[in-house]
């Protein structure tokens, strides 16, 4: 087995929230407990997904992982070297080897510069390259392999002269640019229509296979990350709740929110139309500063009993074949699932506004 | 016996004069709307489709003009009245919509109850007490507590605001409600409650939706007839059954379209998408419009306008593939 690329352990961050003037006096404070406590590792040459609903930390674990924040706790490896605290040089190295692709691809794009300056401009930062001309071959280079071609055509262009598609690839082009050693994709096709999302992530898949990158790739949605990931892991306010090979966590998904998840994903199929699954989950997703004790899915969990809430917070254990889940009643769900497959009505699934 | 027909439009019009030329955003569309269904409008990224919906409610965006067409409303050309009486007796009171982002549109210095006030109180003069109690009744129906009233936006979770801006546009029991892109900002869970909301008021409330996205499986979850717009203009037009059954659709852009909808519980080696880009609108291809991306074009494709034709009842298709002559 190769070593892994990253290794986040207990990785945590905590924002503090404006205080009234009430708890200055008091000494009390609040936290967002954005990212409370994660644990995975990513191996070289691997897509890693992260997925969960709006707020859940997973732009925030981008972001640790990126170090464009502190870490408030735990640690963060990067090829076998702790980086946790890095600073300075060291940190300035980091954010070569780690590259991040954001949601947005406007935000990470200086609008009055030309692409070509766009693609420039991390070679000049990090001071890369022999001179312009062995950079204008590069550029050009990655420009093909983004499959914005012919190069010149785009070259000259600005960032809004691009559609969202090309956008994306130039965006893709510039993380491409200092080699990384690790690529961070932040919802890089959330933003745009199927047909061009499929299209940019086969090309980036290819561009995988091709240079041996290695991907975090961060989205809300299952249905690509199915196709685009090798392992996903499912976070909740916060934490990882099941973690496992993409298609074990698609097709056999054994936490109740991972279940909740896939359940409500729309599919154009022909039969299933028309009839919505009832959403098995129970209201909406409480604030990250108020996290639920014990299981902190349990006030949403159709299934919690006493103990879910009452006893320590499950852990995230490995059940056979890489597939961790955190939930102290996944086996006997596994069985009311079966059971419900032959009638739906037993279990009491219903639609919850 | 064929349910009556609430809407009808007619070789509908709606072009953009910009500065580099006319965009032929809206080109001659014609369809219609039964009672109580819900008809969905899809196409990728620019076909068209929120142009349309401002169409309908005659209302372009500048520098958007309706140069021809009829939108007949319960039988009345609203083209044909003057803006006072559209804004008086159409908009909003027979045909209301929720416009793309309009959840993240709301003014943040206002509670609920004022929002909703602004958009509807020009509309009818309604006791402050009893508008109140309609607000309350609405914002029950789509599933919140009358408490939203006294928040703010930033307090409601996205779901909440989306719930607020559907609430608004049942308020004044429009027979017809254009949404647009309601569930793409949302994540799959609410998008899942905010579908089986709109379900539901179909049933109670008998309204009848134009459900716009660019999401083929959300149509297939919600929409009793399918849209399929491409460059301005209708590529295909049928029922749930005729797009998404075993057969599939007949368009080859719609089986493309489909082709690149990715299902959840199939192991694919690659995705598949539409090579090619959609064309420009100023200058569309002459011929089928879609034959510069097509696979299986005919030698007539690039010369010859299609026509939109019936293959079968309510399915039309406009592909010269697809018609045996
Ligand atoms: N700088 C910050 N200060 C305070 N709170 C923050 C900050 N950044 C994020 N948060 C909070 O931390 C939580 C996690 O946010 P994060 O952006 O990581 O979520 P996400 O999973 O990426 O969500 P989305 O799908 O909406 O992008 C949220 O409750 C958010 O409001
Ligand atoms: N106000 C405007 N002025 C000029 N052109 C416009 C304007 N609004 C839209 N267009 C053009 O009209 C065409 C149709 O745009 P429209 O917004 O209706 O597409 P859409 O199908 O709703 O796309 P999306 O899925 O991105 O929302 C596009 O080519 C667009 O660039
Ligand atoms: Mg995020
Ligand atoms: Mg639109």
Redesign the pocket.
């Known amino acids: 087995m190769s070593e892994p690329i990253l290794v986040a352990e207990n990785l945590t961050k905590w ?1 503090p ?1 404006k205080r009234s003037l009430t708890q200055v006096v008091r000494h009390e404070r609040t936290w ?1 407990r ?2 409370d406590g994660v644990s995975f590792s990513v191996e070289k040459g691997e897509i890693f997904g992260l997925v ?10 981008g972001k640790l992982v990126m170090k464009l924040l502190d870490i408030t706790d735990g640690t963060l490896k990067l090829q076998g070297e702790d980086v946790t605290h890095i600073k300075g040089a060291a940190l300035a190295q980091h954010r070569r080897h780690v590259q991040m692709i954001f ?1 947005d691809p406007y935000a990470s794009m200086n609008p009055r510069f030309t692409i070509e300056e766009v693609l420039m401009e991390p070679l000049e930062i990090h001071n890369v390259g022999k001179d312009r001309a062995e950079r204008d071959v590069w550029v050009r280079e990655i420009l093909e392999e983004v499959k914005l071609s012919p190069p010149d055509e785009f070259l000259v262009r600005h960032p809004h002269m691009l559609s969202g598609g090309q956008r994306q690839r130039a965006a893709t082009a510039r993380t491409l640019m200092l080699n990384p050693s690790l690529i961070v994709a ?2 890089p096709v959330s933003m745009i229509d199927l047909s061009t999302r499929a299209e940019i992530l086969s090309m980036m898949k290819q561009l995988q296979r091709e240079m041996g990158l290695t991907y975090i790739y ?1 989205t ?1 949605d299952l249905s690509t990350a199915r196709y685009f990931t090798d392992r996903l892991a499912v ?1 909740y306010l ?1 934490k990882i709740i099941e973690m496992g090979p993409a298609g074990t966590i698609i097709d056999k998904a054994l936490h109740p929110y991972t279940m909740a998840l896939i359940g409500a994903v729309c599919e154009p199929v022909s039969g299933k139309v028309n009839q919505i699954k009832d959403v098995p989950i129970k209201g909406e997703i409480p ?2 500063t108020n996290i639920p004790t014990g299981c902190r899915f349990h006030p949403r969990c159709l299934y919690s009993v006493a103990e879910c809430w009452q006893e320590e917070e499950p852990t995230l254990d490995d059940i056979g074949g890489g597939h961790r889940v955190a939930c102290r009643r996944y086996k006997e769900i596994e069985r009311l699932g079966n059971a419900a497959r032959t009638s739906e009505a037993s279990l009491g699934l219903r639609r919850t506004a | 016996m064929e349910k009556e027909r609430v809407l009808e439009v007619q070789d509908l019009e709606l072009h953009y004069f910009t500065r580099k030329g006319v965009v032929k955003a809206v080109d001659k569309l014609s369809f219609f709307l039964r009672k109580g269904e819900t008809l969905g409008v899809v196409g990728e990224s620019g076909c068209g489709k929120t142009t349309m919906g401002t169409a309908l409610l005659n209302m372009p965006t500048p520098p958007g003009r309706i140069i021809g067409g009829r939108i007949l409303l319960d039988g009345q050309d609203i083209l044909k009245l003057s803006e006072n009486e559209v804004r008086r007796r159409v908009r909003w009171e027979t045909i209301a919509m929720v416009f793309q982002g309009a959840m993240n549109c709301l003014t943040p210095v206002y509670t609920i109850e004022k929002q909703m006030r602004e958009t509807l109180q020009q509309h009818r003069t309604m006791e402050k007490a009893e508008a109140k109690e309609r607000m309350k009744n609405y914002l029950n129906l789509v599933g919140l507590s009358d408490d939203v009233l006294r928040r703010y936006p930033h307090e409601l979770s996205g779901g909440m605001k989306q719930r607020v801006v559907i609430a608004t546009a049942l308020f004044l029991e429009p027979k017809v409600i254009i949404c647009d892109e309601p569930t793409t900002a949302l ?1 799959v869970v609410v998008q899942a409650q905010i579908i089986n909301l709109l379900k539901d008021l179909k049933e109670q409330v008998g309204v009848s939706f134009i459900f716009i996205t660019h999401d083929l499986s959300i149509e297939a979850e919600v929409s009793d007839r399918i849209l399929v717009m491409y460059a301005g203009r209708i590529a295909e037009m049928g029922t749930n059954a005729q797009i998404y059954g075993p057969q599939g659709p007949a368009h080859p852009y719609t089986q493309r379209l489909l082709g690149a909808t990715p299902r959840l519980h199939e192991e694919v080696e690659e995705l598949a998408f539409i090579p090619g880009t959609p064309p420009d609108l100023i200058a569309p291809p002459e011929g089928c419009r879609f034959h510069p991306r097509c696979p299986v074009l005919l030698e007539r494709c690039a010369q010859d306008d299609v026509p939109l034709r019936e293959i079968e009842p309510d399915h039309m298709v406009a592909c010269w593939r697809c018609f045996d002559e």
């Open positions: 924002f929230v967002v954005a990212v969960g609903e709006s707020g859940c930390g997973k732009t925030t674990t949601q932040d919802e961060i809300h976070m916060g604030a990250a | 994540d």
